[in-house]
Nanobody, 122 residues
Framework: QVQLVESGGGLVQAGGSLRLSCAAS????????MGWYRQASGKQRELVAT???????NYDSSVKGRFTISRDNAKNTVYLQMNSLKPEDTAVYYC????????????????WGQGTLVTVSS
């Protein structure tokens, strides 16, 4: 199977920056889109940003211009650079990847990380 491990969360003051990383491992055949989602306390999980295998990106309007998603296909890793952080960015951030495994290279499976907490203080 495929495992996603996030890192880089923490506590930062408003206006500060953090960089999240998410590395995929396991019996990977191919990874299509990768992305970041977040879930604030008491709210539903929402899309933050996605990136295709060719590098096309998509952002939620609330983070556009402040966050940058990127990926290293050779390392099966996706990053989220977060600048000008606001208290409303506080949430658990989850990594997602559309994966094809060596065992089943024709069916895409959604893989999720365990989440990393980002707290922005005012």
């Amino acid at each position: 199977q495929v495992q996603l491990v996030e890192s880089g969360g923490g506590l930062v003051q408003a206006g500060g920056s953090l960089r999240l990383s998410c590395a995929a491992s396991g019996s990977i055949f191919r990874i299509n889109a990768m992305g970041w989602y977040r879930q604030a306390s008491g709210k539903q999980r929402e899309l933050v940003a996605t990136i295709t295998s060719s590098g096309t990106t998509n952002y939620d309007s609330s983070v556009k211009g402040r966050f940058t998603i990127s990926r290293d296909n050779a390392k099966n890793t996706v990053y989220l650079q977060m600048n000008s952080l606001k208290p409303e960015d506080t949430a658990v951030y989850y990594c997602n990847a559309q994966t094809y495994t060596l065992r089943n290279p024709y069916t895409a499976l959604d893989a999720w990380g365990q989440g990393t907490l980002v707290t922005v203080s005012s």
